[in-house]
């Protein structure tokens, strides 16, 4: 069995900065791709950033610059820097894991909650 489990996310005045966490955990052979998707209120889930194993990312356009996305493939974690948050940064962000656990598919964590004031 595995558990992808988020935890970070919070209120936050514009400007200001979050760390999102997320671990996989469970009889894990191999995480390739780890990433971290959002999704704000009446619109679809989006992606935010993706790390490779071997350490290749990739932004949304929205985040270059402000968000960095980082891993330690030692503890199966991934982690989110949020800096100078917008309030357009206000969503539920989902950690999204692509390891092998039997076969190869790609696993969510539960969301945390964003919320950037303005």
């Known amino acids: 069995q595995v558990q992808v489990v988020e935890s970070g996310g919070g209120l936050v005045q514009a400007g200001g900065s979050l760390r999102l966490s997320c671990a996989a955990s469970?009889?894990?052979?191999?995480?390739?791709?780890m990433g971290w998707y959002r999704q704000a209120p009446g619109k679809q889930r989006e992606l935010v950033a993706t790390?490779?194993?071997?350490?290749?990312?990739n932004y949304a356009d929205s985040v270059k610059g402000r968000f960095t996305i980082s891993r330690a493939n030692a503890r199966n974690t991934v982690y989110l820097q949020m800096n100078s948050l917008k309030p357009e940064d206000t969503a539920v962000y989902y950690c999204?894991?692509?390891?092998?656990?039997?076969?190869?598919?790609?696993?969510w964590g539960q969301g945390t909650q964003v919320t950037v004031s303005s």
């Open positions: 469970g009889s894990i052979v191999s995480i390739y791709v």
């Open positions: 790390i490779t194993s071997g350490g290749r990312t």
């Open positions: 999204n894991v692509d390891l092998f656990y039997g076969a190869r598919r790609d696993y």
